[in-house]
């Protein structure tokens, strides 16, 4: 059996209220066939480097291969991805999740063409992504990639304002768990769904609705990850769901499967990666 290990590092206080968490991953080779290589969509945006190896991802039907000493940031993604190493050999990447809060401030881009993407970081930001890549690739030690990605990331959080009525619509989603409608958030903020919609398409890649629902889902992956039992779902899904098939059909969306089939095949990877 592969094996994985998971290394949490502490993010710069500067960071902080715009990176979620920053992780380095070693593996010693591809999963077995057999295994999901399942990751279930969190609302993060990955900034990854692979320091040793590489990586493949498959969203929607559609691979992306990210080569060893290379860059890449992941947009907003509602559907499920399955994550391998390319090689069958020693793996190492160093993953940085951005909040929804916070990763328009450090990319000023167009979020919209991210949805559901990979995208090689200096297609997205040019030279001074090839400049970082090469003295990444430089250090030997990890440390020293992590510091001195840290401090890219402080240097590039002038490069946009803060939008706070987009910033209270995030926190006001987050803080109801998923179940606050467009409709309240209009009323909140005085805005129409449409300019509202604009707004999170140009910050996050996605509507407010869409955002929601990944964010209700999220609060049950994290309790089925760590082992929840679905035997009596009306405790503790009807306050989220209106049934459970309207349920099922979110966890089918962003699990490619349903409780069932998934519960017992999850490995480290899928269950390490959501909830370390």
């Given at each position: 059996m592969t094996s994985f290990r998971f290394i949490p590092v502490t993010r710069h206080p500067v960071l902080a209220p715009f990176v979620s968490?920053?992780?380095a991953v070693e593996s010693g080779g591809r999963l077995p066939a057999g295994d999901r290589k399942l990751i279930v969509p969190n609302a993060n945006f990955k900034l990854t480097l692979t320091w040793r190896n590489g990586i493949m991802a498959d969203i929607g039907g559609k691979t992306f291969i990210?080569?060893?000493n290379k860059l890449s940031l992941a947009g907003i993604i509602h559907t499920p991805v399955t994550l391998d190493s390319k090689e069958d050999a020693q793996t190492g990447t160093i993953i940085i999740e951005f909040n929804p809060l916070g990763v328009y401030r450090l990319f000023p881009l167009s979020f919209a063409t991210l949805e559901n993407q990979?995208?090689?970081?200096?297609d997205l930001i040019g030279p001074c992504a090839v400049e970082l890549q090469k003295q990444l690739a430089e250090q030997d030690s990890v440390d020293l990639k992590l510091h001195?990605?840290?401090n890219f990331l402080i240097r590039r959080l002038d490069k946009a304002d803060p939008d706070p009525v987009y910033d209270y619509c995030v926190r006001q989603i987050y803080e109801s768990r998923g179940l606050i409608t467009v409709a309240a958030l209009e009323k909140k903020t005085g805005y129409s769904a449409r300019w509202l919609h604009r707004k999170f398409s140009e910050h996050l890649g996605t509507g407010p609705k869409n955002f929601s629902e990944i964010i209700r889902f999220k609060h049950f992956y994290q309790a089925y990850s760590t082992?929840?039992?679905f035997q009596n779902p009306r405790d503790y899904l009807y306050d989220y769901y209106y049934d459970?098939?309207?349920f099922l059909r979110a966890?089918?969306?962003?699990?490619?499967?349903?409780p069932t089939e998934l519960q017992n095949s999850l490995n480290e990877l899928a269950t390490m990666h959501y909830i370390s």
């Open positions: 968490r920053i992780h990210q080569t060893e990979i995208v090689n970081l200096d001195m990605l840290q082992g929840f039992k459970q098939s309207h966890f089918k969306r962003f699990t490619g499967f349903t």
